[in-house]
């Protein structure tokens, strides 16, 4: 990759070098998913960067064949992970499960690589764990340190290896929290780890679980800041490769439906075999490495899409008031995907951060959730994912004569 690129396209899969992939689905182009500005510079987010998803016919590794340099996401990335509902408290479990299974004490060494704004070290500090973090984002680092959660802004590139080898020797346990999909080149991540693992050392990785994802409709998790779509099967493969071991998997549905897994450098240590096993039957059954499989669910994906077009240019025709709520990577994928920018006055949102910023591309408005007289008539959940928690929360607008639209993972109006 020239250092100067913003677009790098790689025309083989990264984990196996096979050159037998294929395309299975291209969603609409679209801006970069969290770009959201004041009104000076709202125009700054209006290019649109191809989003193709390409699968290898060899290994299964899902990928997208266009790449945007990381630098372009992260300079001025305003995302925090204390902002995603029931985040920070699934961390504070996360963080005390890990302690528990890998019977860790407080000699030993944690690093949180994309550590965002330090929740997951927060939730190691509690229970009187020492961990360090590594974040690209200069200032959602800077913030992090400032709350004493110690934490390096840059990637797990050579040179950071280096720094903390040098001052930390080796960690017992690396953690990636929802950051193993955006790694822009996974096979120099890996080595760097291996160097920074200690003998024993356990290396934990929690990201998206696409054939869950995908089951129940949730296209929206594919943004350019996801360069990869990992399956076991997949994960397995690219880490034995590096001379790790996949020893433990779980599935929890955080985040749409996620997949925690432990790989080890100890290649003598047991292995999970049951648990591991069962998932790959799972995703054999599915059959997710058949274009047959991506076709199907791009249908369904369609068929939604027209649902909610349909029933907008009606409510439209009756000059009714829609807003959209969710300010997110994910809602930009589903706007531009859907074309649903045209529909909406404003966006809402909980996140004070995002408020009186403009839209990726759309350049709507985020606006605080208060209407005082100047009620919608709709509300578009753009967040669905987020559906039950916005309407319990929000359950005071339905008795004032707010309906609610929910476009996945089956469309409905209640």
């Known amino acids: 990759m020239k250092k100067n690129t913003d677009i790098i396209k790689n025309n083989e899969c990264e984990v ?30 209006r290019k649109l960067y191809p989003l193709d998803l390409y699968l290898c016919k060899k290994c299964g590794y899902l990928f997208l064949i266009y790449k945007i340099n990381p630098k372009l996401s992260y300079s001025n990335y305003v995302y925090e992970s204390n902002k995603t509902v029931g985040l920070v408290n699934h961390y504070d479990s996360y963080a005390k499960e890990i302690s528990k299974k890998l019977k860790l004490s407080n000699s ?8 965002n704004d330090g929740s997951m070290l927060n939730s190691f500090k509690k229970i009187g764990l020492m961990a360090v973090g590594i974040e690209p984002a200069p200032e959602i680092a800077k913030n992090a340190n400032k709350r004493g959660l110690k934490t390096l802004n840059g990637y797990l590139e050579n040179k950071t290896t280096q720094i903390l080898k040098k001052e ?14 955006n790694i822009l080149d996974i096979n120099s991540f890996i080595a760097n780890v291996y160097k920074l693992l200690s003998a024993n050392g356990s290396f934990i990785i929690q990201t998206g679980y696409h054939p869950n994802q995908f089951k129940k409709n949730m296209f929206d998790y594919v943004y350019h800041e996801h360069f990869s779509y990992f399956s076991i099967h997949t994960i397995e493969s690219l880490v034995k490769k590096h001379k790790l071991k996949l020893i433990d ?15 080890t450098k100890n290649l003598k240590t047991r292995q999970k075999k049951l648990k591991i096993n069962r998932l790959k039957r799972f995703e054999k059954n599915l059959n997710i490495k058949s274009t047959k499989y991506f076709n199907n669910f791009e249908k369904r994906i369609e068929k939604l899409k027209k649902k909610s077009i349909d029933f907008l240019e009606k409510i ?13 990577h994910s809602v930009t994928t589903l706007m531009f995907h859907f074309e649903l920018n045209k529909y909406f006055d404003y966006l809402i949102d909980d996140n004070t951060k995002k408020h009186n910023l403009y839209s990726p591309g759309s350049e709507l408005l985020v606006r605080k959730v208060s209407f005082n007289k100047s009620k919608p008539d709709y ?15 929000y359950s005071y607008l339905k008795k004032q004569g707010v309906k609610f639209i929910i476009p996945l993972p089956s469309f409905r109006v209640i």
């Not at 030993?108 to 550590?115: A, E, H, M, V, W």
């Open 316 to 328: 439209q025709a009756q000059n009714k008031k829609v807003v959209g709520f969710g300010a997110s």
């Open 249 to 263: 998997v779980d599935i929890n549905n955080k985040k749409g439906g996620s997949v925690r897994v432990i790989i």
């Open 379 to 393: 509300i578009f959940i753009l967040a669905w994912q987020h559906q039950k928690t916005i309407l319990k929360k």
């Open 108 to 115: 030993c060494k944690i690093l949180d690589i994309g550590s």
């Open 16 to 45: 196996c070098k096979s050159k037998n992939i294929k395309n299975v689905i291209n969603f609409k182009p679209s801006p970069l998913g969290d770009i959201y500005l004041p009104f000076k510079k709202r125009k700054l987010s």
């Open 168 to 181: 930390f020797e080796s960690f017992d346990v690396i953690t990636a929290n929802y950051v193993f999909a």
